[in-house]
Protein backbone atom coordinates (compact mmCIF):
# COMPACT_ATOMS: atom_id res chain seq x y z
CA UNK A 1 0.00 0.00 0.00
CA UNK A 2 1.15 3.40 -0.88
CA UNK A 3 1.17 6.11 1.32
CA UNK A 4 1.09 9.58 0.77
CA UNK A 5 3.47 11.63 1.92
CA UNK A 6 1.16 15.13 1.97
CA UNK A 7 -1.06 15.38 5.17
CA UNK A 8 -4.89 14.85 4.02
CA UNK A 9 -6.68 17.76 2.58
CA UNK A 10 -3.44 19.43 1.52
CA UNK A 11 -1.50 19.56 -2.19
CA UNK A 12 1.67 18.07 -2.06
CA UNK A 13 4.50 20.06 -2.26
CA UNK A 14 6.26 19.68 -5.45
CA UNK A 15 2.82 20.75 -7.18
CA UNK A 16 1.94 23.52 -4.70
CA UNK A 17 5.58 24.78 -5.18
CA UNK A 18 5.62 24.50 -8.86
CA UNK A 19 2.51 27.39 -9.37
CA UNK A 20 3.94 30.01 -7.38
CA UNK A 21 7.73 29.62 -6.98
CA UNK A 22 8.77 30.38 -10.33
CA UNK A 23 7.00 34.18 -10.34
CA UNK A 24 8.12 34.56 -7.53
CA UNK A 25 11.85 34.30 -8.69
CA UNK A 26 11.00 36.08 -11.68
CA UNK A 27 8.87 39.33 -9.54
CA UNK A 28 12.35 39.22 -7.65
CA UNK A 29 14.63 39.48 -10.85
CA UNK A 30 12.36 42.44 -12.30
CA UNK A 31 12.49 44.30 -8.86
CA UNK A 32 16.09 43.93 -8.59
CA UNK A 33 16.22 45.33 -12.38
CA UNK A 34 14.41 47.88 -11.66
CA UNK A 35 16.40 49.03 -8.82
CA UNK A 36 19.42 48.86 -10.64
CA UNK A 37 19.27 50.07 -14.23
CA UNK A 38 19.29 53.78 -12.50
CA UNK A 39 21.78 53.48 -10.15
CA UNK A 40 24.39 52.04 -13.38
CA UNK A 41 24.21 55.39 -15.12
CA UNK A 42 25.77 56.51 -12.49
CA UNK A 43 28.64 54.20 -12.65
CA UNK A 44 29.76 56.11 -15.78
CA UNK A 45 30.98 58.85 -13.91
CA UNK A 46 33.37 57.38 -11.36
CA UNK A 47 34.87 54.63 -13.67
CA UNK A 48 37.61 55.12 -16.39
CA UNK A 49 38.24 53.31 -19.58
CA UNK A 50 41.90 54.31 -19.94
CA UNK A 51 44.08 50.93 -20.13
CA UNK A 52 47.02 53.49 -18.88
CA UNK A 53 45.39 53.66 -15.56
CA UNK A 54 45.69 49.89 -14.82
CA UNK A 55 49.77 49.81 -15.88
CA UNK A 56 52.48 50.50 -13.28
CA UNK A 57 53.60 53.85 -12.98
CA UNK A 58 57.11 53.14 -14.39
CA UNK A 59 55.60 51.26 -17.86
CA UNK A 60 56.53 53.12 -21.08
CA UNK A 61 53.42 53.34 -22.04
CA UNK A 62 52.27 55.21 -18.87
CA UNK A 63 54.85 57.84 -19.33
CA UNK A 64 54.03 58.31 -23.11
CA UNK A 65 50.61 58.94 -22.14
CA UNK A 66 51.14 61.58 -19.37
CA UNK A 67 53.39 62.85 -22.13
CA UNK A 68 50.58 62.75 -25.03
CA UNK A 69 48.21 64.40 -22.43
CA UNK A 70 50.66 67.66 -21.51
CA UNK A 71 50.68 67.88 -25.52
CA UNK A 72 48.21 70.52 -26.72
CA UNK A 73 45.40 69.33 -29.63
CA UNK A 74 45.94 65.90 -27.85
CA UNK A 75 42.04 65.50 -27.84
CA UNK A 76 41.49 65.89 -31.27
CA UNK A 77 40.66 62.35 -32.82
CA UNK A 78 42.50 61.79 -36.61
Do not use: F
Not at 12 to 28: D, E, F, K, N, S
Not at 52 to 76: F, I, R, W
Request: hydrophobic share 50%.
Amino acid sequence: MAVNAAPSGEAPAGRLAGRWVPWLVIGLWVALAAVMVPLSAKLSSVTTDRAVDTLPAGAESTKVAVLEDSLPGVNQQN
